[in-house]
């Protein structure tokens, strides 16, 4: 093969490999390979689902219920979520888990995998485990041009496994909560690729004169949203350290900065890998 030949062909591969680059870097967290191969190597387990609000909706309101989280109507979750009785909850623990979902036994299910994400709790529980999905994420278990048909069946039988959360484009975000003070501090968790949960948040304030900067334990107060009593005022910026249900530890330097202001967003620079 002559050398212009052997070059043509280098640069035809080159694209080839840029093409699938590109078209891997737009999947969604609700296609993931990673999550297929990880339903592949779980079992799946059966449940029970049924959907509420409106039938294109995300629940009634659209700010994540029981778990905090706004706009669960927007990207990333697009609508696509839950409400979870006790273990799939777990008391805010579940909050931010992501599930594989499927349904076969009804004429009008696809038997196709939807992924939804935990955001709210489900208090009046039909089974064991109980999805009570969005209308739009109930209406994705039926085959094209039969989702109004699904919905009328109102519940069905589901089999589900746990499957790791990918949220493309997002770090690792914190909203101040409206009643944070100089001494109270509150911290609503989001985006958290993987396990998608939070076991435990800690925080480190910046050092003072007399003192040098450690980490202290903040509690979950509902759902993912994390809270500091302190007997003193706090210094900014603060460090946030999160760990997973698996263990994982992430830190966020500095996330909350010394102008901070209740009622406000902080993304930081660090994601689950």
């Not at 009328?152 to 944070?180: M, N, T, Y």
């Not at 949960?197 to 979950?220: C, F, H, I, N, Y």
Request: aromatic share 10%; charged share 20%.
């Amino acid at each position: 093969m002559s050398v212009p030949q052997t070059a043509m062909m280098a640069a035809a591969v080159s694209s080839l490999l840029l093409l699938l680059l590109l078209a891997g870097s737009a999947v969604s967290f609700n296609e993931s390979s990673d999550s297929d191969s990880l339903m592949q190597e779980q079992q799946w387990g059966s449940a029970r689902a049924t959907w509420y609000g409106q039938p294109n909706g995300a629940g009634p309101y659209d700010n994540g219920g029981a778990c905090g989280f706004k706009h669960v109507n927007q990207y990333p979750f697009l609508s696509m979520t839950s409400c979870g009785n006790q273990p799939l909850f777990r008391d805010g623990k579940g909050c931010g888990s992501c599930y594989k979902i499927r349904c076969s036994k009804h004429p009008a299910c696809s038997g196709r995998a939807e992924t939804v994400v935990i955001t709210d709790m489900n208090y009046y529980p039909v089974a064991p485990y109980h999805f009570d999905l969005s209308g739009t994420a109930f209406g994705k278990l039926a085959k094209p041009g039969r989702n109004d048909d699904l919905r009328r069946a109102g519940i069905v039988d589901v089999q589900f496994a746990r499957v790791p959360c990918h949220f493309p484009g997002l770090k690792v975000g914190f909203h101040v909560q409206e009643g944070s003070t100089q001494v109270y501090l509150a911290l609503l968790v989001e985006y958290e690729n993987g396990d998608g949960d939070v076991a435990q948040l800690d925080l480190k304030e910046a050092a003072g004169k007399s003192k040098t900067r450690r980490w202290t334990p903040m509690r979950r107060s509902w759902g993912s949203v994390w809270s500091l009593d302190s007997n003193h005022r706090l210094q900014p910026p603060f460090s946030i350290r999160l760990r997973s249900d698996s263990g994982n530890t992430l830190v966020a330097p500095d996330v909350i900065p010394v102008n901070w202001r209740p009622n406000t967003f902080y993304r930081s620079f660090v994601q689950y890998s």
